[in-house]
């Protein structure tokens, strides 16, 4: 999708991730997706078998995304997993050895160290499937395009999951908190900040899709002639669960962080919100929704 690559410069802070992280959210991204858009990509896949389906994972990070899908998937399955983080690659490999397609049958798996901007316009040829989780809302709008582009060339069907949707909501029983509203808006705009190193042919990236990026790949895929169904994937969270207890304060923590970097000057203001929403935290009967989007495409007629 640009030139091939030359070397790995080191990643924006912003696109990279700790393995702690994506063990904790991984029970609650699991829960949340989709189902019918895996069926969907089933049944299509269904029509290729003959020869191992290829599929690519982008942003494979510890691997989450093959864990769930191969089971769900035909087969013979073989998986490239792609990520710029080399100890999450290494994690992955170990981890996906041992996963069985839908019919039992061992899958293949290998891995690519490779940024986002520096895979090749051919990166995908042969390819049946090209998935990604929790992280499209990183990309800019140049490399959605030349994404589109890429899986529309090879004609390979497209599941890109968890995709936030910039809304989450605190519900304690309470009367909403006032500054939720203000925090949020300063995360969403945190999102949308340049995260990226250009796009290996000396052009630099732009901002962040962060919320919009599903959408607008959804209307990317549809100019190419793909069917495209979008789906609603929400995290909800109970506080009565240790581990969602343990992923919700991790993301308070996390939005305190964006929204005191994107607004300095309401640090106070911040702090006293974050203050105010562990306190809900702390109780038994919270619930924390967290919106996020499941995107599923397939190739039609190509314009
Ligand atoms: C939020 S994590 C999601 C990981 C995994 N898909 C999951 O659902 O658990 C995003 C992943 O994308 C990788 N990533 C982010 N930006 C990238 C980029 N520009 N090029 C390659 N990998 C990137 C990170 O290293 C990380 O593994």
Redesign the pocket.
């Known amino acids: 999708m640009s030139a091939p690559p030359r070397r790995l410069d080191a990643?924006h802070p912003d696109?990279?991730?700790d393995a702690g992280w994506?063990a904790l959210?991984?029970p609650a991204?699991t829960a949340a997706r989709a189902d019918p858009l895996n069926r969907l990509a089933h049944d299509w896949l269904c029509s290729r078998v003959g020869r191992p389906l290829r599929l690519i994972?982008?942003?494979?990070?510890?691997g989450?995304?093959p864990h769930y899908l191969a089971p769900r998937l035909p087969g013979p399955q073989h998986w490239q997993l792609?990520?710029?983080?080399p100890a999450?690659l290494e994690l992955a490999q170990g981890s996906c050895g041992a996963l069985c397609d839908g019919d039992g049958r061992p899958v293949g798996v290998d891995t690519l160290l490779?940024?986002?901007?520096m895979l090749a316009e051919d990166d995908f040829a042969g390819s049946d499937l090209v998935s990604?989780?929790?992280?499209i809302d990183?990309v800019d709008e140049g490399w959605l395009i030349r994404f589109a582009d890429a899986c529309a060339d090879a004609g390979c069907a497209v599941l890109i999951t968890?995709s936030v949707d910039g809304h989450w909501a605190i519900d304690d029983g309470e009367v909403v908190d006032p500054d939720d509203a203000f925090v949020r808006t300063a995360f969403n705009a945190h999102q949308q900040r340049h995260k990226?190193a250009g796009d290996g042919a000396g052009r630099t990236s732009g901002p962040a899709l962060g919320a919009r990026a599903a959408p607008r790949l959804a209307t990317l895929l549809e100019a190419q002639g793909y069917r495209v169904t979008l789906a609603d994937s929400p995290w909800l969270l109970h506080t009565d669960d240790p581990g969602q207890r343990a992923l919700a304060a991790a993301l308070l923590d996390g939005w305190r962080a964006a929204a005191a970097e994107q607004c300095p000057h309401a640090a106070a203001r911040i702090e006293a919100w974050h203050a105010r929403r562990q306190l809900a935290l702390a109780r038994d009967s919270t619930r924390i929704e967290v919106g996020h989007f499941d995107l599923y495409a397939e190739p039609g007629v190509r314009p």
Do not use: E
Request: charged fraction near 20%; charge should be negative; hydrophobic fraction near 45%.
């Open positions: 990643p696109t990279v991730f994506l959210r991984r991204d994972d982008l942003g494979s990070g510890s989450a995304n792609v990520d710029h983080d999450l490779r940024a986002l901007h990604a989780s929790a992280l990183l968890l990226g």
